[in-house]
């Protein structure tokens, strides 16, 4: 396997990130959990949001605070991270 840097103004720096083909490669240490010799890519063309047509950033009823001149006002989101074509992701 071959590897290219990032760019030279990155090495002036210090190398953060590798490349493979067009792809940045980051190193992430063992503490994650992920083994040391396995590589796992992803890509975004096939990741998506979709968020709950109710909770789309939706404002809940004002609530008063006891203790100050104060009103807040809760907004709830929620959403799931969704894939699609399992088999373009590879690793």
């Keep these: 396997m071959s590897f290219r840097y990032t760019s030279s103004e990155e090495g002036k720096g210090g190398f953060t990130s590798l490349k493979y083909k067009d792809a940045e490669v980051?190193?992430?240490?063992?503490?994650?959990?992920?083994?040391?010799?396995?590589?796992?890519?992803?890509?975004?063309?096939?990741?998506?949001?979709?968020?709950?047509?109710?909770?789309?950033?939706?404002?809940?009823?004002?609530?008063?605070?006891l203790n100050q001149d104060a009103v807040v006002i809760p907004i709830i989101n929620q959403c799931n991270l969704t894939t699609a074509n399992r088999a373009r992701h590879w690793g």
């Design 26 to 65: 980051v190193y992430d240490s063992s503490d994650s959990g992920m083994p040391s010799n396995h590589m796992y890519f992803l890509t975004t063309e096939y990741i998506g949001m979709t968020t709950h047509k109710d909770a789309n950033m939706s404002t809940l009823e004002d609530k008063m605070s």
